[in-house]
């Protein structure tokens, strides 16, 4: 029996940030989910998902009808090619340090929404974003992507997770802040004066490890890929993930089995969860909800199928763990993705 690993998944609050200057121009929002493979009717449930792959397709899709590579966001577009140029500029630096300022130097003849810095006081480097513009649903999301594709793109350059101080954002925090906590691996501020991160300063003297030749594939990978590659694995959270993970079909796998396969007790492993604001229970719903996703979109799988992949010992079981965990049965999610998408096999 072939078993699909989780891939993480994209809340659809998400999908109504990237659309928002869709709406803002007036765009045929439907159809461009519907060319990404995402049906409309998802938007309606607050608590559904869609996979990375159709949120991949989501992005370019609104890139090529917007025209811009912030999906109409700003106030004035970005053209398609510019986050690669920079990159193109970047790479030739001696250091990361050099590497930032020649990209926040690019950016400032790119960008009038805001005004990136790179600063540095008492042994911790930020980069910070001055905006130009109100806050707002659609400037607030242009500067979480900026800071996500800087903060990626600077783990690459280096090729190592850079640990994140602090992050600080303009906007409200949204149903999803955990994510955003995740990718950054930092504690995450909202309602800030500015939007930024900081680190060790140490990091700007660190020579880069990347050259021309490598940046093509590095252009071909989605950021999100990359966010995950150069997560922190030392986290309690992202052990107990990868055990939990390769342990899917096991049925239910209780803390203290967990416990045991990381060797401490198992009072020790819910203190650590604590100390980073997780529950057990949280982590083994979350995968089993992008597994159960990705197996709903195989339609050669019965649910009774996929309820027993996932260790449900009965469907109804798995019926009121789905609907609780997205706000849709299965079988209607199912509908709902197969109805603008081509379906998958198992195995393909």
């Not at 519907?34 to 998802?42: H, N, R």
């Not at 504690?187 to 991160?197: A, H, N, T």
């Not at 900081?198 to 093509?216: E, K, P």
Request: glycine share 6%; net charge positive.
């Amino acid at each position: 029996m072939k078993t699909i690993l989780p891939r993480h998944t994209i809340p659809i609050s998400q999908v109504h940030s990237v659309l928002g200057g869709c709406h803002r121009q007036g765009l045929d929002v439907d159809a461009l989910l519907g060319q990404a493979g995402i049906s409309p009717s998802l938007l309606s449930s607050p608590l559904s998902r869609v996979s990375q792959l159709h949120f991949a397709k989501l992005l370019r899709v609104v890139q090529r009808r917007t025209g811009d590579e912030y999906w109409g966001l700003c106030s004035h577009p970005v053209r398609p090619g510019t986050f690669a140029q920079c990159c193109e500029l970047m790479v030739h630096a001696p250091t990361l340090g050099d590497a930032l300022r020649a990209g926040s130097h690019f950016y400032h003849l790119v960008l009038q929404d805001f005004t990136v810095r790179i600063q540095q006081k008492d042994g911790v480097a930020w980069v910070r974003l001055q905006s130009h513009v109100p806050v707002g649903e659609c400037s607030d999301f242009a500067e979480r992507v900026f800071m996500l594709f800087s903060y990626g793109v600077m783990c690459w350059m280096v090729e190592e997770r850079i640990p994140i101080s602090q992050v600080l954002m303009r906007g409200k925090a949204l149903s999803d802040q955990a994510t955003t906590s995740l990718l950054f691996n930092g504690p995450v501020l909202y309602e800030q004066s500015c939007s930024g991160f900081s680190f060790d300063v140490s990091w700007l003297d660190c020579a880069l490890r990347q050259d021309r030749s490598s940046l093509h594939g590095f252009l071909r990978r989605s950021l999100g890929n990359l966010l995950v590659r150069y997560r922190d694995r030392s986290h309690i959270v992202e052990r107990v993930r990868c055990y939990l993970r390769q342990n899917l079909t096991h049925g239910s796998v209780p803390l203290e089995q967990v416990a045991d396969a990381l060797a401490m007790p198992a009072y020790t492993l819910r203190r650590r969860l604590r100390m980073e604001q997780e529950r057990f229970q949280d982590l083994k719903d979350d995968l089993r909800r992008d597994a159960a996703i990705d197996y709903l979109a195989c339609p050669n799988l019965s649910l009774t199928e996929v309820a027993e992949r996932l260790g449900f010992s009965e469907p109804s079981t798995f019926h009121r763990a789905f609907k609780k965990w997205t706000g849709l049965p299965p079988g209607e999610y199912r509908e709902a993705v197969l109805a603008d998408d081509p379906p998958l096999v198992v195995g393909q």
